[in-house]
């Protein structure tokens, strides 16, 4: 199985910075794709913004030149750095990773349990 830690979360004032961390552990072969979702109240979750192992990061319209993803390869993780936050970026974080498992060699898709960010105006 594999395994996603979040951390990183909580209140900040507007144009605040905040940075989400998650690590991935367990039976993992390798790692596709790893990236952040959230998902705000009454609203359907969206993509943040995702790295593909060996692309370029992709980012939502309304996050970029504000937040900048990127993954520490040697531990599995991936960091999203928040800068410039609006309280429109209040919602629930979400990590998601891409990967195969080790035994199995099946591709599986995780998220984590979710972490959230509240920006205060």
């Known amino acids: 199985q594999v395994h996603l830690v979040e951390s990183g979360g909580g209140l900040v004032q507007a144009r605040g910075s905040l940075t989400l961390s998650c690590a991935a552990s367990?039976?993992?072969?390798?790692?596709?794709?790893m990236g952040w979702y959230r998902q705000a109240p009454g609203k359907q979750r969206e993509l943040v913004a995702h790295?593909?192992?060996?692309?370029?990061?992709n980012y939502a319209d309304s996050v970029k030149g504000r937040f900048t993803i990127s993954r520490n390869f040697g531990n599995n993780t991936v960091y999203l750095q928040m800068n410039s936050l609006k309280p429109e970026d209040t919602a629930v974080y979400y990590c998601?990773?891409?990967?195969?498992?080790?035994?199995?060699?099946?591709?599986?898709?995780?998220w984590g349990q979710g972490t959230l960010v509240t920006v205060s105006s």
């Open positions: 998601n990773v891409v990967a195969v498992e080790r035994l199995s060699l099946r591709r599986l898709e995780i």
């Open positions: 790295i593909p192992t060996g692309s370029k990061p």
């Open positions: 367990g039976s993992i072969f390798s790692i596709n794709t």
